[in-house]
């Protein structure tokens, strides 16, 4: 048996969740086009034929602005003890420039293989996936470069491979049955996030948390943490439109995860600057 674990870094938004789904076979993390979506380490876990390969979600790199991304930069500076090999994800839609630089120093200075997957190759014509091939092999002393595409899962099953294939003889860290480490209540409230995350856009897909109230067999009760007045209007929506739709979007989901059919309750509550108070922080796990 073959397992360990390896660490998932790179810029905000470059699809390190969506790979990290892909290589798993199914969705582990949560998604979205804003950047900042993944908050705390999420363990996806791939298990095949003779090995567990357990993939460590990242929030992406990022300069700390408040109480909240201080403590998602330190999820990150603190995961990468223990791991076998780093994954390091580019976009190759984008420049691969000095903040995947300021990335690549962190990385390859660490005493374990770097394999880089560049992502988001999907409709780039092969002489710009070349090019940016080339930029991505000046980072560092890398182990492998695989260009993939986390979407289509183009290239995903080679990366898989090259990734088993840096891990010792190991025991099993989880059951194989389970996919992740986190909680269903976790899983839930991260579910409803998501698709609060999509359907808002500027500032208000940061100002959001969400807090379970209440899990049992019939009913979840879930609270969407805004900052402002003016974001909780947008959240609730005309009539109470927008707050629906992100229920009804989340509800068929959250059933996934607990196997049978719920009413779902989502109401949205201000809570005045919660990402740079740290009670409240704790309490919402972050
Ligand atoms: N075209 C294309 N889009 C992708 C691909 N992978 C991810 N995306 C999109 O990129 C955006 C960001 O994806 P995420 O997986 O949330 O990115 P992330 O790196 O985990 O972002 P953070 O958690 O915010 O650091 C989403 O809109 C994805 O749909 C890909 O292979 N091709
Ligand atoms: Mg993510």
Redesign the pocket.
Known sequence: MKSGFVAVA?R????????VNALCGGKVAI???K????RRRIFGIANGDGYQLVLADL??FQRPRDALTERMQHTVDSSFEDVEGVLF?LSARERIGAGDRFIAQRVFGLDVPVVIGL??V?RLKPAHIAQQMNVAAQLGSFEALHPV????GDGVAALREELVALLPEGPLYFPQEQRTDLTEEVQIAELIREKALWLTRDEVPHAISVEIEEIDDRVVRARLLVETESQKQILVGKGGAMIREIGSRARPEIEAVLGYSIYLEVVVKVRPRWRRDDAMLERLGL
């Open positions: 790179g905000p938004n470059v699809g390190k969740s969506t790979l998604v979205s086009d950047p900042q979506t993944t929030p992406g994800v992502n988001k999907d595409s986390a979407k289509t």
